[in-house]
Every structure is written in structure tokens, then in C-alpha cells.
């Protein structure tokens, strides 16, 4: 089995070096591949000398654009397992086992780390809890399943799934509307304690005010996928065919 480690990076010169350490160390098996999504700083010299592949965005297109980057990468060259872990250190490599035994014990396409499924001592700021919890009440009533950490951006993916998200991922908000696609396309999903690492920086990047902006977007965002048709990617296709069902 082929695994690979996608990390998303913008200007993260201070911490990507060290998130790839820590994955080889963890988990020696999984290939990394440290996405510089446009960077100003030295973002992929400090990830190469690390030991990761580096794929260079020319500008930034935000974490959905490298993402998909990312899971292109895994489905070109034949992974079967890809694993999102963010380049500021908010995510713990010694989770991947975690993920990797869900997905394997439920047999599952898209595995999560959630910070909310059991008492771990995190606690979010006020504007981002209230819309984690919106966002989980929502999307849980829509999926038909408890989801408790709907922008959690830990995840495990399998063959299919990478292959879905190679062909088309989210790129405005693609934590939630991820799983809202992983649902329209019959895919199988389920949430996995973990306990987060605290941010290097010791601060969210996102003050209240944005996280109230942020949380009326993605709301809009589901609202519109509950409408919108998604391709379905059929094995061995290099462009989707529409799907018959919505979200």
C-alpha cells in the first residue's frame, strides 16, 4: 500500500520543516508532499531540505487549490492512502495510526481526526465554537450521522476518495463542503477522537469578526450544494459524468 502525506503550506518557513520531521518519524512509511501554495518566505527550500517533494504554486490559490494540487499528485502516481496535515503544527503525525485503523476496522473512504468526540481539553474561541456546532448540526442532519468536527482538516483518504477529490475539490470552504461530497457520492465517512496540538503561534490566524463572515459563507455554501448537481467520477475517466442524485 502506498501512502503520502499532503502538506498544505503558505509562508510556514517557521514550522514546515518541523511537521516534516515529525511525519517521517511517525509514520516512515507514508511519502510526504509539502504543497507551497505561492509562498513569499522560504517556505519550499526549509520543506526540500526537510526531505518532502515539493509542488510550487506559482500565486496562491488558498487551501482548497492546494489540496486538490495535493490529491492530483496522489492519484497520478498511484497512492492509496493520502493524509492532509497542516504545515502551522496544529495537527499531531502521531495521530495518522488513528485514522489509518478507523478506515481500515470500518472500512471507510474518508477518515477524521475530530477535536470535539471526546474530553481533550480543547477549547475553540466563542464566534468559532457557536459555528462548528452550527455547521456539525447542519451537516449531520443532511448526512444522516453525528458529525461533531465539520472543519476539521485532518483527514484520511482512500483510493476512491482521492481519486473523487484529484477531479473536483471545494476550494472556498473545503472542510464542509468536502464531506457534503462525500456524501453526495455514496462515499462512507466517520470522525476519529484526536487531541489537537496547540498552534506554534499560541492564536487563532482568524479573529471573531471573520469567523462570523466565514460562518454565514459556508452556510450559504451548503445552501447551494443542497441544489447543485456534482460529477460523479467513474474508475479509469479522466473527466466526470454528471451525477443523478444531490446532496
Same mark, same amino acid.
Request: with cysteine; charged share 20%.
Given at each position: ?14 514550522n ?25 518566505? $522560504?517556505? $519550499?527550500?526549509?520543506a ?33 492512502r ?41 477549547? $475553540? ?6 459555528g ?51 456524501? $453526495? ?7 476519529v ?32 450544494g ?22
Amino acid at each position: 500500500m502506498k501512502a503520502l502525506a499532503i502538506v498544505p503550506a503558505y509562508n510556514e518557513e517557521r514550522n514546515v520543516g518541523s511537521v516534516v520531521d515529525a511525519i517521517r518519524a511517525q509514520e516512515p512509511g507514508f511519502d510526504v508532499v509539502v504543497v507551497d501554495d505561492g509562498s513569499t518566505d $522560504a517556505t $519550499a527550500g526549509e520543506a526540500r531540505a526537510a526531505g518532502a517533494h515539493v509542488l510550487v504554486h506559482p500565486f496562491n490559490l488558498g487551501i482548497g487549490g492546494a489540496m486538490q494540487s495535493g490529491y492530483r499528485h496522489a492519484y497520478e502516481y498511484g497512492y492509496d492512502r493520502a493524509v492532509q496535515v497542516d504545515a502551522d503544527g496544529q495537527h499531531d503525525p502521531a495521530e495518522i495510526a488513528a485514522l489509518m485503523s478507523a478506515m481500515e476496522e470500518h472500512r471507510v473512504d474518508m477518515a477524521w481526526g475530530s477535536r470535539f468526540l471526546a474530553q481533550n481539553g480543547y477549547r $475553540a474561541p466563542f464566534a468559532r465554537r457557536f459555528g462548528i456546532r452550527l455547521f456539525s448540526i447542519v451537516l449531520s442532519a443532511i448526512c444522516r450521522q453525528r458529525i461533531t468536527d465539520p472543519t476539521s482538516g485532518f483527514r484520511l483518504c482512500n483510493r476512491r476518495a482521492i481519486e473523487l477529490f484529484a477531479h473536483d475539490y471545494p476550494h472556498d470552504y473545503p472542510e464542509v463542503e468536502g464531506i457534503l461530497m462525500i456524501h $453526495a457520492h455514496s462515499l462512507e465517512a466517520r470522525e476519529v477522537p484526536v487531541a489537537p496540538l496547540v498552534h506554534p503561534d499560541g492564536r487563532s490566524s482568524i479573529t471573531s469578526g471573520e469567523s462570523i463572515y466565514y460562518m454565514v459563507k459556508v452556510l450559504l455554501a451548503i445552501l447551494v450544494g443542497l441544489f447543485r448537481r456534482r460529477p460523479v467520477v467513474e474508475p479509469g475517466l479522466e473527466a466526470p459524468v454528471v451525477a443523478e442524485r444531490g446532496i
